[in-house]
Every structure is written in C-alpha cells, then in structure tokens.
C-alpha cells in the first residue's frame, strides 16, 4: 500500500471523530453537568453518613455492610424484582400484540390508539382514586361485581399479602400499556410495505410474517422498549405509593419506596444513596445482559 | 396489511379491541365525569359514569382558587423548550451514536444508559446543591436542563436511527453530502414518526414534572401546572371534584397534541415508503 | 409538521428571553424580607396570606415570603432545603418530624426568647407546648392542636338503633356498638386505616400499655397489655364485624364510608370534620376514643411553628412568628374566622368564633375541652419516630390478615425497633 491512501484514512476518521465529537457536544455538555455530576454526587454519597443537615461524614463500607444484613431491604428487592418480571413481558406482549393491531387498516384505528394513551396522562393521584373503589374487595367493589358474573371471585385485590402485587402490576400495565404502545408503532411505521408484499406473494401466513419480517425488523425498537421498561420498572414508586402505600405487610413496598423513606423519612441519604447504588448495579446488571443477548436477537440494519 | 383476513379473525379483533377500550376508557372518563360532580356526588356517588348534571362550577372554582392561566403559561413555556431541546440535541447524539464511529462509543453510550438507572428521588438533592451553586435555583432553567439532557431520548434515536438502511447514506456520500447534511436530510426525513413519538413522550414527562419543580421552584409567578394542582390536595380536606376538573384541564393539551401527532405517524409511513 | 415546528420554536425563543431578564435582585434597604414555610390547598393558603397581609399592614419594615406546598411532600421539600442552606426563615413542622428536626438542629432554641418577651406559655393547651418542646427546651409554638377524635355517624347509629355512648364510655361498650352491627347487611360498626401508627395507639392506651417506656427509649407494644389491646380490634374483624378493606384502606376511603352511610365510627381528625361538614345533609359527632384501664386514651396532636437555627433574620421571623401563634397575636383570631381547626390557645372567645352548633358536629367545644383535660394523651414521639412506623405499621397488617398474632408480630419487631431507637438516641 502506498503512503497516501494510509494518509486519507485516517484523515477521514480524524474527520468522522471530529463530527462524531461535534454532534455530540450540545446533549454531552448538559448531560456531564445535569445528570452525570449528580449522579456521581449522589454515588459517593452512599460511602458516607449524612442526614442532610450536619455535614456529611465518610463510613466507608459500612452502609454496605448493613444492607446486606437489613431484611426490609432484601423484601424490597424481592417485591421489586417479582414486579419486574411479572409486568414487563406481559406489557410487552400486550404492548406490541396492540401495536400490530392498530397498525392495520381497521375502523376507528384512530380512536382506539387515542384511548389506549390516556392512561399515560392520568396523574398517579387519580389512578389511586379511580383503582381504589374499583378493587374493593366487598362484592360491592366494581371489579368483583364484574367477576361475579362470571361467577369467580369475589377477589380480595389489594387487601391480602398474595393478591396484593398482582393487582399492583395489573394497574401498572394498564397504565403503561399505551406508552409502549406507541413505541412499538413507531417501529412498525418504519418497516416499509414492500416486504410485506413480497410475504404476501411467497404466501407466508400472519405467524410466519411475525415471525420472519415484522419481528426482526422492529428488533432495535424492541431492545429499546425491553432495557427502558426494566429500567422504570426496578424504579417502581408512584404506584405503590398512591396506590397500596406499600402495604400489605411490606407485600408492595419497593425498592426505590424504600430510598425515598430512608432519605426523606428516616434522615439517612447516606443509606439511601448507597441503596440507590446497590439497585443501580442490579440494573445495570440486567441491562449488561441483555445488551449481550441482544447481540443474538436484534437486527440493526 | 396482509391482505385479506378472515372474517372470523376480523370479529376477534374487534372484540377483542372493544374489550380493551372499556377497560381503558372507563376508568379514565371516570376523571371527566368526576370533574362535573358535586363535592357530595364524588362521594356518594362514586361509580357513577355520567354526573348528575354537568355543571362547570368545579372548572370555574378552579380558576377560582389559582392563576390558572399564569400556571399553565409557565408549563407551556418550559415543556416547549425542553422538547425542542429534547429533540434536537438527542438527535444529533444519536446520530453520533449510531451512524458515526469513534474511540469509547459504547462505552460512553453505556455511560449515557447509566444516568437512568439511578432513581432521581436520590439525585434530587445533590441536583439541587448543583443549581444552588450555579445560581439558578427559582428559574425555570431547572426544569429546562433537567429534563433536556436525560438519556433517554437519545437512546431512543439511537434505536431507531440503526434501522434506516445504510445503503441510503452511502447513496449520498457518492453525491459528496457531508455529515450534516446527511444527518438533515437523510436521517431526520426518514425518522418522523420517531421524533415524533419522542416529542410526545417527552412532553408526557415535563408537562407532568412534579417532584424537580416541587423543590427547585418557589415562587408564585414560576409554579407549572402540575405544582399549582398538588396544591388543591396539599391539605387533608381535598375536594376531589376540583381536582379532576383542573386534572381535566391540564391532560386535554396533551391529548390534542397527541392527536395532531398522529398525522406525523402516518405521514411518516408515507415517506419511508421508499425504504427497504 | 413545519407549523409545529415554526410554533414550538417561537415559544422557546419566547422563553429564552423571559428567562433572560433574570430578576436582578435589588438589595432592599427598606423593608425585610422573611420567609414561612408551610403546607396547604387553596383555602388553607387563603387564610395565611390574610394573616401574612394582616401581620405586613401592621408591620411596615418587614415584607412575608411563603413558601408553600401541598403537605404530601411538603417535608421532603422542607429538607433539601434545610440541605441546601436555604430553608425558610419560620417554618411549619408536623410533630411526627419535629423531634428529628431539633434533634439534627434544624431549629432554634426559644426559651429565651419567649422569657425576654412574656409569651404566656400557659395560655395554650399544654399538650400543644409538650409537642413543642425537646429535651426540655421549646423550640416553637403550637399550631393546629387538636385531637384525633371518634368521628360517630348519626344516621347510622340510628340504623341500629343506637344512642351516643356516654364520653367514658369503654371497651366494652365500643365492642357492643361493633356488634350491633352484625346484623346489617354491608354497614359495620368501625373502619380504620393502618397506614399510620396511631391507627392501634389509642386502644393500646385504653388497656393501659404504650408504645415505649416512660423515657422512650424501650419499645414496648409487646407487653401483654398493649398486644392484647391490638388484638382484640384484629379478632372483631377477623370475625367480619368490620369491612376487609380496612386493612390497605387510606383517609379518602373512609370518608367515603363514612359519608356513604357504611360505617358508624371511625378515627378522624379536624380536618377529615372540614370534608365531611362540606356533605350536606350529614349528622356526626366527635368524640373521645374508648377507655379502659387508663381514661388517655384519645391522640392530642400538635404541630410546629418554629423558627430555621441557621436564618439571618431571627429577630424579624420572630416578630412575625408572635403575630401568627402568639398569645398576644392576631394570627389565632384569623385562624379561628377561617374555621378551619379549633383553637389552639386555650380561650373562651376563640371558640366562640370556631365552633357553630348549627353544624355538626355540634359538642365539638364541650368534647375538645374535656378531650383536652381529661382524655387527651400525647404520642410518645421520639426521633427515628417515622423509621418505628414503617415497621410497626406493616406489622399491624399482619396481625389484621391473621398471619401473626398480635403478640408475636411485636416481640417479630421488637428487636428491630430497638435498634432504631438505640442508633437514633444520640
């Protein structure tokens, strides 16, 4: 190879470097500054003891250590964890099954997309106070009105230790059920009608054209939608709060419910933060592996 | 789509979607019809869909009992700067972050990801030492930088960036488009219904801002929508009639915007037509 | 897509210049500027800012800032401030945080203060002032004392037949109430909510036991006599003599129980009598808590209006702080016109001016007064008070769903709380 071809190459990269730099500049600038500088503050607040009025002082491990023998956080991070993994692939699934529904050419397509997002813009408050009524468990609750006519219940919902979650996560997906809705619409305007044409001809049927075309082609979507809904699901709070207060018995306390009580409530940041920092590496750790399998499943490109 | 489909599936679909609907709407009409009722009605009638009458005396108490108009200017003014903000700074990281190669991407990108896993009821106070030290705390500025910078629209571009073909960009490299025009007129174009999801997420988001404006805005003249309404639940006696008609005032923008972004999804499947 | 891009980019321009004009505070040679913490809904800011426009009108060189939020997460704000150095200047407080506050000096110290000026200490109901009071020194001045009554649906009584108890009315006769009710389809005699501690406090008391020892610093619900007090409410409803769910329900619940005719009694404070006195047609009472071994047995509860240790104006906050809780002040008689709780300084003429006996409930005075001499009882509050709550509270449940009994669910605890009381000594 000559000299000179060696010489354009890197100048082009130098080149790509410097735009990919420029690009970057506006969002990297604020976010250093807005979210990575508190972030960080708030990670190496979790080595001290600060109950935000006298200065902090430094602990060293020993938050660490008390997290690791403290039950109510081990019954937090059970409780959060079984939310996790109960509401986000049933979201999900629900989540895309509508989005390729209302991706066809169906009446009233339009009124049924608005609908599904209006659970997005009600505020936590009025998902208590609507939920509340609804799932009383006296056969009067309206819930348990509606299964008595299918001749089930009448269900105790949020009044008893087994069913508590479960219904928790049953408003959780209500309430997020057109968030991710419309997501996964966006994914699917991008997969361009040809390919559909063509499955058409070859004569594939709807499982096949999941399968092969509209799954692969919405894969990058998919990742998205997978690692941000584990992420806001590990940070379960506002439901929670409004909606059972964490009870019964601790069966809905939270993780991150715990934090804010243990800042807010119990004036201990220092706890908090270090708590904050044990869930932050368990996300991260579900996030790392999902980031490997998506190596296996998504399709970029 | 795919062509014909069988009627009994057609049914089922419906059925199914209608089924979805009640379930959906119901409890959310429930707000609306809620914000027409009596202090009494809320109380002892509660499961009632359609108020008694539909008077609006909550509306006007509502605006009765706050500067209405001055909140919701404030909110309008905030969320509009932090959406385009949102949209235009994600975008270009995303671009960097999908299309461009550079030492450390992934890991930046990772580091990026990592700002959202750190629940944000931590980062409050540490945020609100930041701003007590750069002067801002009572703007508007802390609502602006904190919602522009999160992660997560630029995650979102990023997805949705790596689907469009590279064989399009190569196209217009050959025509000696450089990297911003590239990133104009190739990858936005063909990213409408993208940014326009965006756009709506992350007005969902700022318009309902509670806990950052709670603690970094005071004054009277600077509270959003959302910090003028925790007010009408501030005390143990609420009056929920009023709550739900100012709820309903506040979440109506939102789903008319909705609406009209609609039109950029489908418009999006018109244009991206020419993919593939 | 253009118009909303030409809309959206007009209105960021629009703000980028009215956030430009950043407000160049002139440094005031006139007047002082202090600033009030406190929660509140519309109504409730209502009557401060008369108070506040009361108190500027007669105080010239001294301008009020408030700083306001809804109560939910009026704490929460309140702390970064105090984190951030700029906590208000006088600022409420609910007695549940005034102990950790003080005890992390979040305070300042009035006694000499209150010497230097006279404030007639004993004018308020002395309950009030020992919620003021840590470690024996006041470092504020009562605000909203009140209790936590019996709230007696009238309408629903009479469903059963039933006449108001007498006010030494005990155990006993609560369980008779309770069990009138069997017999009505879907109306119960009591519901409560366990979300907060106090839910079990006032039949502890009856039975003669408490939360701690006499100096707080041992917990002890788990004698014999404060679980069997806990354990006789979770048997009633264990045997379906009280709504199920009771157990996750909150305030809004039952207020709507209440107001719906379903449930006779239910624990309630002022303010839960200022929504259901908006129902029309509504007749309750207000009535002390049923006794026992010990007639205490009724939550006497008071806030806090104390002043920031850390504030530069304390002489200006101080004069402001007289205006709105002192004795002498006018910040009583405006609160009392609002009627929106009943007094806090113990005097004929604010009573006058609160209590209405064409609204119900209408022995509200004659109940507070004997609530305030004969059954009121303070709750032991102690710093690490919330921590002692969030687990007391899930432990409560426990015993309603039957999963322990009462005993064994507080000596399950006891350990735990122990160590929050010890680490939170200091």
């Given at each position: 190879?000559?000299?000179?071809?060696?010489?354009?190459?890197?100048?082009?990269?130098?080149?790509?470097?410097?735009?990919?730099?420029?690009?970057?500049?506006?969002?990297?600038?604020?976010?250093?500054?807005?979210?990575?500088?508190?972030?960080?503050?708030?990670?190496?607040?979790?080595?001290?003891?600060?109950?935000?009025?006298?200065?902090?002082?430094?602990?060293?491990?020993?938050?660490?250590?008390?997290?690791?023998?403290?039950?109510?956080?081990?019954?937090?991070?059970?409780?959060?964890?079984?939310y996790v993994?109960i509401k986000v692939p049933l979201n999900l699934f629900l989540s895309l099954l509508l989005a390729i529904l209302l991706n066809r050419k169906i009446h009233g397509r339009d009124l049924f997309r608005v609908v599904t997002f209006l659970p997005m813009v009600c505020s936590s408050?009025s998902i208590?106070?609507i939920w509340?009524?609804?799932?009383?468990?006296?056969?009067?609750?309206?819930?348990?009105?509606?299964?008595?006519?299918?001749?089930?219940?009448?269900?105790?919902?949020?009044?008893?230790?087994?069913?508590?979650?479960?219904?928790v996560i049953l408003v959780g997906i209500w309430k997020e059920l057109g968030y991710f809705m419309v997501i996964f619409l966006a994914g699917l305007q991008g997969i361009?009608k040809?390919?559909y044409?063509?499955?058409?001809?070859?004569?594939?049927?709807p499982i096949?054209v999941f399968t092969?075309i509209t799954f692969p082609l919405i894969s990058p979507t998919t990742f998205f939608v997978f690692v941000t809904s584990i992420i806001g699901s590990?940070q379960i709070?506002d439901l929670?709060?409004?909606?059972?207060?964490?009870?019964?018995?601790?069966?809905?306390?939270?993780?991150?419910?715990?934090?804010?009580?243990?800042?807010?409530?119990?004036?201990?940041?220092?706890?908090?933060?270090?708590?904050?920092?044990?869930?932050?590496?368990?996300?991260?750790?579900?996030?790392?592996?999902q980031?490997?399998?998506?190596?296996?499943w998504v399709?970029?490109? | 789509m795919i062509?014909?489909t069988?009627?009994?599936t057609v049914?089922f679909i419906y059925l199914f979607l209608v089924f979805l609907f009640f379930v959906i709407f119901v409890p959310f009409w429930?707000t609306?019809?809620?914000?027409?009722?009596?202090?009494?009605?809320?109380?002892?009638?509660?499961?009632?869909?359609?108020?008694?009458?539909?008077?609006?005396?909550?509306?006007?108490?509502?605006?009765?009992?706050?500067?209405?108009?001055?909140?919701?200017?404030?909110?309008?003014?905030?969320?509009?700067?932090?959406c385009?903000?949102?949209?235009?700074?994600?975008?270009?990281?995303?671009?960097?972050?999908?299309?461009?190669?550079?030492?450390?991407?992934?890991?930046?990108?990772?580091?990026?990801?990592?700002?959202l896993?750190?629940?944000?009821?931590?980062?409050?106070?540490?945020?609100?030492?930041?701003?007590?030290?750069?002067?801002?705390?009572?703007?508007?500025?802390?609502?602006?930088?904190?919602?522009?910078?999160?992660?997560y629209g630029?995650f979102l571009l990023r997805q949705f960036?790596f689907g469009?073909?590279?064989?399009?960009?190569?196209?217009?490299?050959?025509?000696?488009?450089?990297?911003?025009?590239?990133?104009?007129?190739?990858?936005?174009?063909?990213s409408k219904p993208a940014l326009a999801t965006l756009l709506i997420i992350t007005l969902l988001n700022i318009w309902n801002?509670?806990?950052?404006?709670?603690?970094?805005?005071?004054?009277?003249?600077?509270?959003?929508?959302?910090?003028?309404?925790?007010?009408?639940?501030?005390?143990?006696?609420?009056?929920?009639?009023?709550?739900?008609?100012?709820?309903?005032?506040?979440i109506?923008?939102i789903v008319a915007i909705y609406l009209s972004a609609q039109r950029f999804f489908v418009e999006g499947i018109?244009?991206t037509?020419?993919?593939? | 897509?253009?118009?909303?891009?030409?809309?959206?980019?007009?209105?960021?321009?629009?703000?980028?210049?009215?956030?430009?004009?950043?407000?160049?505070?002139?440094?005031?040679?006139?007047?002082?500027?202090?600033?009030?913490?406190?929660?509140?809904?519309?109504?409730?800011?209502?009557?401060?800012?008369?108070?506040?426009?009361?108190?500027?009108?007669?105080?010239?060189?001294?301008?009020?800032?408030?700083?306001?939020?809804?109560?939910?997460?009026?704490?929460?704000?309140?702390?970064?401030?105090?984190?951030?150095?700029?906590?208000?200047?006088?600022?409420?407080?609910?007695?549940?945080?005034?102990?950790?506050?003080?005890?992390?000096?979040?305070?300042?110290?009035?006694?000499?203060?209150?010497?230097?000026?006279?404030?007639?200490?004993?004018?308020?109901?002395?309950?009030?002032?020992?919620?003021?009071?840590?470690?024996?020194?006041?470092?504020?001045?009562?605000?909203?004392?009140?209790?936590?009554?019996?709230?007696?649906?009238?309408?629903?009584?009479?469903?059963?037949?039933?006449?108001?108890?007498?006010?030494?009315?005990?155990?006993?006769?609560?369980?008779?109430?309770?069990?009138?009710?069997?017999?009505?389809?879907?109306?119960?005699?009591?519901?409560?909510?366990?979300?907060?501690?106090?839910?079990?406090?006032?039949?502890?008391?009856?039975?003669?036991?408490?939360?701690?020892?006499?100096?707080?610093?041992?917990?002890?619900?788990?004698?014999?006599?404060?679980?069997?007090?806990?354990?006789?409410?979770?048997?009633?409803?264990?045997?379906?003599?009280?709504?199920?769910?009771?157990?996750?329900?909150?305030?809004?619940?039952?207020?709507?129980?209440?107001?719906?005719?379903?449930?006779?009694?239910?624990?309630?404070?002022?303010?839960?009598?200022?929504?259901?006195?908006?129902?029309?047609?509504?007749?309750?009472?207000?009535?002390?808590?049923?006794?026992?071994?010990?007639?205490?047995?009724?939550?006497?509860?008071?806030?806090?209006?104390?002043?920031?240790?850390?504030?530069?104006?304390?002489?200006?906050?101080?004069?402001?702080?007289?205006?709105?809780?002192?004795?002498?002040?006018?910040?009583?008689?405006?609160?009392?016109?609002?009627?929106?709780?009943?007094?806090?300084?113990?005097?004929?003429?604010?009573?006058?001016?609160?209590?209405?006996?064409?609204?119900?409930?209408?022995?509200?005075?004659?109940?507070?007064?004997?609530?305030?001499?004969?059954?009121?009882?303070?709750?032991?509050?102690?710093?690490?008070?919330?921590?002692?709550?969030?687990?007391?509270?899930?432990?409560?449940?426990?015993?309603?769903?039957?999963?322990?009994?009462?005993?064994?669910?507080?000596?399950?605890?006891?350990?735990?709380?122990?160590?929050?009381?010890?680490?939170?000594?200091?």
């Amino acid at each position: 190879m000559s000299k000179l071809p060696q010489n354009y190459v890197s100048q082009q990269k130098r080149k790509e470097y410097l735009a990919a730099f420029l690009f970057l500049l506006p969002n990297l600038i604020g976010f250093v500054l807005f979210m990575l500088i508190p972030t960080v503050g708030s990670f190496l607040l979790g080595f001290t003891d600060w109950n935000l009025l006298t200065s902090p002082t430094f602990a060293g491990l020993s938050n660490f250590k008390e997290i690791f023998a403290d039950d109510l956080f081990w019954k937090t991070a059970g409780n959060t964890i079984y939310y996790v993994f109960i509401k986000v692939p049933l979201n999900l699934f629900l989540s895309l099954l509508l989005a390729i529904l209302l991706n066809r050419k169906i009446h009233g397509r339009d009124l049924f997309r608005v609908v599904t997002f209006l659970p997005m813009v009600c505020s936590s408050v009025s998902i208590a106070l609507i939920w509340r009524p609804l799932m009383e468990s006296s056969e009067q609750g309206l819930l348990n009105h509606f299964f008595s006519w299918l001749h089930m219940g009448p269900f105790p919902w949020i009044n008893s230790i087994e069913w508590a979650m479960p219904s928790v996560i049953l408003v959780g997906i209500w309430k997020e059920l057109g968030y991710f809705m419309v997501i996964f619409l966006a994914g699917l305007q991008g997969i361009s009608k040809t390919y559909y044409e063509a499955a058409e001809i070859d004569g594939a049927g709807p499982i096949r054209v999941f399968t092969h075309i509209t799954f692969p082609l919405i894969s990058p979507t998919t990742f998205f939608v997978f690692v941000t809904s584990i992420i806001g699901s590990f940070q379960i709070f506002d439901l929670t709060s409004v909606l059972t207060g964490g009870g019964p018995g601790n069966a809905t306390n939270s993780m991150v419910m715990y934090i804010y009580q243990a800042g807010f409530r119990f004036f201990r940041m220092g706890y908090a933060s270090a708590l904050s920092l044990v869930l932050f590496v368990v996300i991260f750790f579900f996030t790392v592996i999902q980031d490997r399998a998506s190596k296996k499943w998504v399709h970029y490109d | 789509m795919i062509g014909k489909t069988k009627p009994t599936t057609v049914v089922f679909i419906y059925l199914f979607l209608v089924f979805l609907f009640f379930v959906i709407f119901v409890p959310f009409w429930w707000t609306v019809a809620t914000s027409f009722k009596t202090f009494d009605e809320v109380y002892t009638r509660s499961y009632a869909l359609i108020p008694n009458q539909f008077n609006l005396d909550n509306y006007r108490a509502v605006f009765d009992s706050m500067p209405f108009g001055m909140y919701f200017w404030n909110t309008v003014k905030v969320s509009s700067v932090v959406c385009l903000g949102t949209l235009l700074t994600s975008a270009m990281a995303a671009y960097a972050f999908s299309r461009l190669h550079f030492p450390g991407r992934d890991l930046l990108f990772f580091l990026y990801l990592s700002t959202l896993m750190i629940p944000r009821q931590v980062v409050l106070v540490p945020n609100f030492i930041l701003f007590k030290w750069m002067g801002l705390l009572d703007t508007h500025w802390t609502l602006v930088f904190t919602g522009i910078f999160t992660a997560y629209g630029t995650f979102l571009l990023r997805q949705f960036f790596f689907g469009i073909p590279r064989e399009l960009e190569e196209a217009a490299i050959v025509d000696g488009y450089g990297y911003f025009s590239r990133f104009v007129r190739i990858i936005l174009p063909l990213s409408k219904p993208a940014l326009a999801t965006l756009l709506i997420i992350t007005l969902l988001n700022i318009w309902n801002e509670y806990l950052y404006a709670l603690v970094f805005i005071n004054s009277d003249v600077k509270r959003t929508l959302t910090l003028g309404l925790s007010l009408l639940r501030g005390d143990m006696d609420v009056q929920w009639n009023l709550v739900m008609a100012a709820t309903t005032l506040s979440i109506l923008p939102i789903v008319a915007i909705y609406l009209s972004a609609q039109r950029f999804f489908v418009e999006g499947i018109a244009l991206t037509g020419v993919k593939g | 897509m253009k118009k909303l891009t030409a809309i959206i980019v007009t209105l960021a321009v629009l703000l980028l210049f009215s956030c430009q004009k950043k407000e160049t505070q002139v440094v005031e040679k006139g007047p002082v500027t202090v600033q009030y913490g406190f929660w509140g809904n519309p109504d409730a800011i209502g009557v401060e800012q008369e108070i506040i426009d009361a108190f500027e009108a007669s105080n010239g060189n001294i301008k009020v800032e408030p700083v306001v939020s809804a109560y939910n997460e009026y704490h929460t704000k309140l702390l970064t401030l105090l984190a951030g150095g700029n906590a208000p200047d006088v600022m409420r407080i609910d007695s549940y945080f005034f102990q950790d506050f003080t005890q992390m000096s979040a305070l300042q110290q009035l006694d000499e203060l209150v010497a230097r000026d006279n404030v007639n200490l004993k004018a308020y109901y002395q309950q009030g002032v020992t919620e003021n009071t840590f470690k024996g020194k006041l470092y504020g001045l009562p605000w909203g004392t009140a209790a936590i009554y019996m709230l007696i649906n009238l309408d629903v009584m009479d469903q059963a037949g039933l006449d108001l108890p007498s006010l030494d009315w005990d155990m006993d006769d609560f369980e008779e109430i309770i069990r009138a009710f069997a017999k009505i389809d879907d109306v119960y005699g009591y519901a409560f909510e366990l979300n907060n501690m106090s839910a079990m406090l006032p039949f502890v008391w009856a039975n003669g036991a408490d939360l701690f020892n006499a100096d707080k610093s041992k917990f002890a619900m788990n004698s014999a006599a404060a679980a069997a007090g806990m354990q006789r409410i979770a048997d009633l409803y264990q045997e379906g003599l009280m709504p199920q769910d009771s157990v996750t329900a909150d305030a809004e619940t039952l207020t709507r129980w209440f107001i719906n005719n379903k449930v006779a009694l239910r624990m309630g404070s002022a303010a839960e009598i200022l929504s259901l006195q908006k129902v029309e047609g509504i007749r309750f009472e207000a009535w002390p808590m049923p006794t026992g071994v010990s007639k205490e047995a009724t939550i006497f509860k008071s806030n806090i209006i104390g002043l920031n240790s850390k504030s530069k104006k304390t002489e200006d906050a101080w004069i402001f702080l007289k205006f709105l809780r002192g004795p002498e002040g006018q910040g009583e008689t405006l609160y009392m016109q609002a009627k929106r709780m009943p007094p806090t300084i113990d005097d004929q003429k604010y009573w006058n001016l609160y209590a209405d006996t064409t609204k119900y409930p209408k022995m509200i005075e004659e109940n507070s007064r004997k609530i305030a001499a004969t059954y009121g009882h303070n709750l032991p509050i102690r710093p690490g008070w919330l921590e002692v709550q969030q687990l007391l509270c899930p432990a409560y449940q426990q015993i309603f769903l039957g999963e322990l009994s009462a005993k064994d669910a507080m000596d399950d605890i006891a350990p735990k709380v122990q160590a929050v009381l010890d680490r939170t000594a200091k």
